[in-house]
């Protein structure tokens, strides 16, 4: 697996023909099956292929499996191409049925599919539709499944054509647990529209805080859930106010919608480590945001905590809105963030460094800004979206080739 890949199309144009055309090769007709349109990273980047790729003319829907859909509005002509396939209860049956006959309406190729219950379903539903291909996603590493989840899996391997996953760590993770053999492993990192999430500078939002014009601001975005590891970022916090008493900090994100994961729980644990810790007057917890542009703008510096990833998506919009960033050192986070260039990394648990490195940037508003263009320059070279399409379509059609072949 290649990491950076040099040779691209010389033009927009010929970037567009190549992932349309791609040769002898069927026209592509795929269906982003996905358990929702929540705010997370799995679901921002479905959105986003979604609008790319259509956007090209390679025709792309997106199936939920929840009615709970709020990134829909992201979703550029959501009426014509995104499907509710509700998931009524944890064990409904019935959803394989019923997604099985939206996948002969539509008359989809290639089924991708992103999140554990949209994995099983997807391959569940093609059993009968023996030319669609299936390809499952890996978007985190390193976790633990359920004893049950893993045996789904593993009983429905045989229809799976293949993984993408958004890191070196999860190619890793799938071969391990679940013996995926290397054929069938693909990885495509992340990608951002750097249209989108460009650099700038957002007063009115420091404004609207309440945070003092020359104050620094340092974000996390984030969902609160055990994984973002919120408690380094506060202990962090702590270390950063001795030499800085002025910094604001942002949280964006809350829990995950329902509570799953025990995410409410967590949430309002972190509330109560903030007070305690004597952070209240300091952290603002934002919630989900639609302008999150804007909040970047804001930032002089965002960090990262997590104890586990894939690609975290928040590391490239950072990035392209031309904030540096510093992230524990975990997946592939050394790949996406090369250090000292576009930001740092930092080893697990480490807050002492987080915060030697966060305060460095606050108080060097030159070294800053050189750091801030160097990663937007990074961003825009290796995490486009153009990227992320072309790499994924690239997979796509080795995957119906192969079948091709296995079928002649």
């Not at 650099?199 to 975005?221: C, H, K, Q, T, Y």
């Not at 919009?317 to 510093?326: D, Y």
Request: include cysteine; charge should be positive; glycine fraction near 8%.
């Amino acid at each position: 697996m290649v990491f950076v890949e040099s040779a691209e199309p010389s033009s927009r144009q010929e970037r567009i023909e190549s992932i349309q055309t791609g040769g002898a090769a069927p026209a592509l007709r795929i269906l982003l099956l996905i358990s929702n349109l929540e705010y997370g990273g799995a679901q921002r980047q479905v959105v986003l292929l979604t609008n790319h790729l259509n956007g090209i003319g390679v025709e792309t829907h997106v199936a939920c499996l929840s009615g709970y859909v709020p990134l829909s509005r992201e979703l550029r002509d959501a009426d014509r191409f995104l499907h509710i396939v509700q998931k009524r209860s944890k064990f409904d049956v019935t959803v394989v049925s019923r997604l099985a006959r939206l996948l002969r309406e539509l008359d989809v190729n290639i089924v991708h599919t992103f999140l554990l219950d949209s994995e099983i379903a997807g391959r569940l539903a093609c059993r009968r539709i023996p030319h669609v291909a299936v390809i499952g996603s890996e978007r985190n590493t390193d976790y633990k499944r359920k004893w049950r989840q893993t045996l789904a899996l593993r009983w429905t391997q045989h229809r799976l054509d293949a993984v993408i996953a958004n890191s070196n760590a999860g190619m890793r993770f799938q071969k391990k647990t679940l013996g995926i053999d290397d054929e069938r492993l693909h990885v495509v990192h992340n990608g951002v529209d750097t249209a989108r999430f460009s650099p700038g500078s957002n007063a009115a939002l420091r404004r609207e805080l309440g945070i003092p014009d020359r104050a620094g601001v340092v974000g996390m975005f984030a969902s609160f859930k055990k994984q973002k590891n919120h408690l380094m970022f506060f202990r962090a916090a702590v270390r950063i106010r001795r030499d800085h008493p002025e910094t604001h900090f942002l949280c964006v994100g809350r829990e995950l919608h329902g509570g799953l994961q025990s995410s409410d729980r967590y949430m309002d644990e972190m509330k109560e480590a903030i007070v305690s810790m004597g952070l209240g007057d300091a952290m603002h917890l934002l919630g989900n945001r639609d302008d999150m542009c804007d909040v970047y703008q804001a930032c002089d510096v965002t960090a990262l905590t997590s104890v586990r990833e894939g690609t975290p998506n928040v590391l490239l919009e950072s990035m392209a809105c031309g904030v540096p960033v510093v992230a524990t050192d975990i997946s592939d986070n050394h790949l996406v963030v090369p250090e000292g260039r576009s930001g740092h990394v930092v080893p697990l648990e480490d807050d002492e460094g987080m915060a030697r490195r966060v305060a460095h940037l606050l108080g060097e508003a030159s070294a800053r800004q050189a750091m801030g263009d160097e990663a937007r320059r990074w961003v825009e070279a290796e995490f486009s979206v153009d990227a992320l399409a072309r790499k994924t379509v690239k997979v796509y059609r080795e995957v119906l080739a192969r079948r091709c072949r296995g079928q002649a």
